[in-house]
């Protein structure tokens, strides 16, 4: 699958980089997971180094600070451990296990990782969760922490939704996939936390400017697409995982799996041209803020497609 998706996918066109303190940063970062219990097993800790959370993070944000870059690193790990709980683990084929599970999460983020507030016990996923919402409360952004408590919540609440399907062996409709999948991916707290390892992150009113909230939808987009295709070998070895934009495309228009995999490939590309159009006109204002913005997103993209080539979590 990989061979097919380095000649299928159109490398996107921006510059590679990878931040000097990634090696450091992994191995920290997986401490952390095992101070919080994320990985409780040799089998686990393995898992999640085979992940390479570090990797993907720092070629992301490979000019924040070193401490925005442990945060995000983090966040990536808690992500992964949280999809593996899903997915390999069995809790995201059963809605009535799950619901409880996000609904403790739900608590945590709820205290929007106020240090004075002591959290409820909800075991390792909730007190790393707190840990996450500390640290980013820590930077003195209100308006950030916000964005990233929203945006985690989006992600614990389509997990529901993804449960629910797996639970019916439902493949959802193209439009409603591509729309949940931004959440599932867990991108937009990525990026949240990119913009805050940033000298200079967009302030309130630019975030909201139109024209830039369909640029992250589109770099949104692309970073979950190139993984749908890089990932579908291994989602498909036992039976098809009806969240894969392939297997969606394929229920949707009765293509075989070529076929789909095929189209998956196109709508990357076309969303690729469509991004560099979008993002040719945000640069043509000459905003530092905004081009700061457009650095991290263009560096999301490039990582996702780096990280991919070599990722073992998809082998």
Request: glycine share 8%; hydrophobic share 45%; aromatic share 6%.
């Amino acid at each position: 699958m990989r061979s097919f998706a380095i000649s299928a996918l159109r490398e996107p066109p921006f510059p590679a980089g990878r931040h000097g303190a990634t090696d450091q940063v992994a191995s920290e970062s997986v401490e952390w997971a095992r101070a919080f219990g994320l990985v409780d097993s040799s089998h686990r800790v393995h898992r999640l180094q085979r992940a390479d959370a570090a990797g993907l993070a720092g070629r992301a944000c490979p000019d924040g600070s070193v401490e925005g870059l442990r945060l995000l690193t983090d966040l990536i790990s808690w992500l992964f451990v949280m999809d593996d709980a899903c997915d390999e683990d069995g809790l995201g084929a059963d809605p009535g296990r799950l619901g409880p599970a996000i609904s403790t999460l739900l608590d945590v983020l709820d205290r929007c990782g106020d240090p004075d507030v002591v959290p409820p016990a909800v075991g390792p996923l909730g007190d790393a969760l707190h840990d996450l919402c500390r640290r980013t409360r820590l930077h003195g952004h209100p308006t950030l922490l916000l964005r990233f408590v929203t945006q985690i919540r989006e992600y614990l609440l389509a997990l529901l939704w993804e449960a629910a399907n797996r639970e019916r062996r439902r493949v959802p409709e193209v439009a409603e996939y591509i729309q949940l999948r931004r959440h599932i991916g867990g991108v937009h707290p990525c990026l949240t936390l990119t913009d805050l390892a940033s000298e200079e992150p967009p302030g309130p009113g630019r975030r909201a400017d139109p024209a830039l909230v369909t640029l992250d939808l589109l770099a949104v987009d692309l970073v979950c697409w190139c993984n749908d295709v890089f990932s579908y070998g291994k989602e498909s070895l036992a039976d098809p995982d009806a969240h894969n934009l392939v297997t969606v495309i394929a229920q949707a228009s009765g293509a075989d799996e070529a076929g789909a995999l095929r189209a998956a490939a196109d709508r990357f590309n076309e969303g690729l041209a469509t991004y560099l159009t979008a993002e040719d006109a945000l640069l043509a204002d000459g905003d530092d803020a905004v081009r700061a913005a457009l650095t991290a997103r263009r560096n999301w993209v490039r990582a996702t497609y780096d990280w991919s080539l070599v990722a073992a979590r998809y082998a």
